[in-house]
C-alpha cells in the first residue's frame, strides 16, 4: 500500500474529479462527491488527515494506489 500525500481538502476533491466524481452538493465545511453508486464526504481543511483521506477513499472503492497515481498525474 502506498503512502498517502499529505494534501488539503481542496486537492483530494481535484483527484477525486479526476477519477470521475462529481461534487453533489456542500454543507459548511464538507463537500459530497457521487459517482454512480460510489461516493464520499470530503472535509474542505486546509490539511487532511491521513486517516480521513484512507477513509474517504475506502468509501469511493478505490484502491489507494489508483489515487495516488492520478494525484501524481498518471
Known sequence: MPKLPR????????VFERLG??????????????????GCAIPVHKQLAVGTLRSAIR???ITPDDF???YRGR
Open 21 to 38: 466524481f462529481v461534487v453533489v452538493r456542500q454543507r459548511g465545511s464538507h463537500v459530497v462527491m457521487r459517482k454512480a453508486d460510489q
Open 7 to 14: 494534501i488539503s481538502g481542496s486537492e483530494a476533491i481535484k
Open 68 to 70: 495516488v497515481n492520478a
Open 59 to 61: 468509501q469511493t472503492g
